[in-house]
């Protein structure tokens, strides 16, 4: 795994060795007026209208109750309801569902995520993603690092943020996956991959993805195929208490079913369908995406027999989008 720091190319150098190839940075949402528009105008002035780094901006809009699409349309980007895309395949709330679906809708080889609620942040954040894709062959999956404050502006604390970072997913990847441990932030939401690794990959529908991602990349290419790159300082807006308890159970359970021979303790509700999915008894989902729904693990194949029509995997993730075929051939 290589280390890299955001200010090792300069954004001539990375326009010039991507040539022809397609760009796509991807913003996942939910109920994020207050800060989208922000996102994808800033970037799309400093990398699309400047500079030719960035082929297209795509919002998937994950339910939300707010302005979120209009806001983010009116800023330029391109705007999908994530319940609408691939229809045949079902929905399901969550940021990995969003992340997924995102495949059906872009162009790019390459695709950058960012999270949507970003408070203190600059657009160096995409070049410095796309410099090891871009230059170096070998890397399929990019992560960002950054000094994570808790809050921002003047009440900030500095490095007191990633609580769900540093109380479960760190520790969990020094104990199950310890080819990980060099990973600083390995939950971070700005991070870049191939797409030809990341339509191979299973993906979970909630907050696992990023950690789900990087276990089965480095169990498919090996650890060479991983670097990040340090992008400074990062803040956003950060949840409730009770809300990190629903995120922090997802990571577990998608890290316990990676590593083999442990109990997730994720059943199917006695009151819900096959999927397993049931709402959380503590989670609102007022704001930010849905952290209560989750997959059961007893899935025994890809399925589309739910009420809901989801096509889920053994694990309850989304299957590698290369294998789900187009609507026209599902059709």
């Known amino acids: 795994m290589s280390t890299h720091h955001w200010r090792d190319w300069s954004l001539e150098e990375l326009v010039e060795v991507k040539g022809e190839r397609v760009v796509s940075l991807v913003v996942p949402a939910r109920n994020e007026a207050a800060t989208v528009g922000d996102v994808v105008s800033r970037v799309r002035s400093a990398l699309v209208d400047t500079v030719a780094l960035l082929d297209e901006i795509v919002v998937i809009d994950s339910d939300s109750t707010d302005a979120t699409y209009d806001v983010a349309t009116d800023a330029g980007a391109v705007v999908h309801r994530a319940a609408e895309i691939r229809p045949d395949l079902g929905t399901v709330p969550g940021k990995g569902e969003a992340m997924w679906k995102a495949q059906f809708v872009t162009r790019g080889e390459l695709l950058v995520f960012m999270d949507a609620d970003l408070l203190d942040w600059d657009t160096h954040f995409v070049p410095g993603l796309l410099g090891p894709l871009l230059t170096r062959p070998e890397v399929q999956l990019v992560k960002g690092f950054y000094e994570r404050p808790l809050g921002s502006g003047s009440s900030a604390v500095p490095f007191e943020g990633g609580r769900v970072t540093e109380l479960v997913a760190r520790p969990l990847i020094r104990l199950l996956f310890p080819d990980l441990a060099g990973l600083h932030q390995p939950l971070a939401g700005e991070w870049a991959v191939r797409r030809s690794l990341w339509q191979t990959l299973s993906v979970p529908t909630s907050y696992a993805v990023e950690l789900a991602s990087l276990v089965d990349t480095v169990r498919a290419h090996g650890l060479e ?14 949840q409730a208490l009770r809300d990190l308890s629903g995120m922090a159970e997802q990571i577990m359970a998608a890290a316990f079913a990676r590593a083999g021979g442990f109990e997730t303790g994720l059943r199917p509700s006695s009151t819900t369908g096959p999927t397993g999915l049931r ?53």
């Open 225 to 238: 195929a991983i670097a990040q790159v340090d992008l400074g300082t990062r803040a956003h807006r950060h």
């Open 279 to 331: 709402p959380s008894s503590t989670t609102g989902g007022e704001s930010g995406f849905e952290t209560g729904l989750r997959p059961s693990s007893t899935t025994d194949q890809a399925t589309t027999d739910s009420p809901e029509g989801v096509l889920l995997d053994e694990r309850g993730d989304r299957p590698p989008a290369v294998s789900v075929g187009t609507e026209e051939e599902k059709a």
